[in-house]
């Protein structure tokens, strides 16, 4: 089985705008690829849901607040394209930069209080460019369903503000989290944990289990 490789916006809309003429129902999997067990759950679901699948891979410079990071992040296309062939992805939309930015972008979408908190108190800008992006994806693909992992609850939260303050015509799907064995949410940045710190993250984990299991049984 192959899979459709699509780069530009122009021979995306031009595909998808077939699949609405059939009345197909279009499931979109944002990720920025090094696709992991996390991301195929999402692809799964939506391949369950959606008679047409597409999975996008960019790595969005916005998002990042330092250009080092930008950089390490991992990039494993051909491993991620043959993941979505095997799992009977329709179609993947691998766009450069200067496809999703011709220009540098006046606009961005900045989700008050929601993005200020948590995660996003130690980030500066980082979920300003995760919701301009998702929500150019969605402009683009205009989607019945795009999935999320609870992992990122933060980030889903402000998906669905955006979809709620824009009137996006979409329904925010969010699948369970993938763990490894030893508990940790598979991520693709694991791969930059040290010793200790995948230890601490575990560690947090078991914690918070164990709270949840105390307070179920009225400890």
Sequence with gaps: MTVEVVE???????RLDRSRDARISI???PTMGALHAGHIALIERARRECGCVVVTIFVNPLQFDREDDLRRYPRTLE???DACRDLGVDMVFVPGDDEMYPSPPACTVRVSRLADHLCGRHRPGHFEGVATVVLKLLQITCPTRAYFGEKDAQQTAIIRRVVRDFNV?????????????????ISSRNVHLG??????AVSLYRVLCEAQRQIEAGL
């Design 195 to 200: 010793r200790g710190e995948r230890r601490m």
């Design 169 to 185: 015509p979409v329904d925010i799907v969010e699948v369970p989290i993938v763990r490894e064995p030893d508990g940790l949410a």
């Design 8 to 14: 530009t916006v122009a021979a995306l809309r031009a």
């Design 27 to 29: 499931g979109l999997v």
């Design 79 to 81: 491993a991620d394209l």
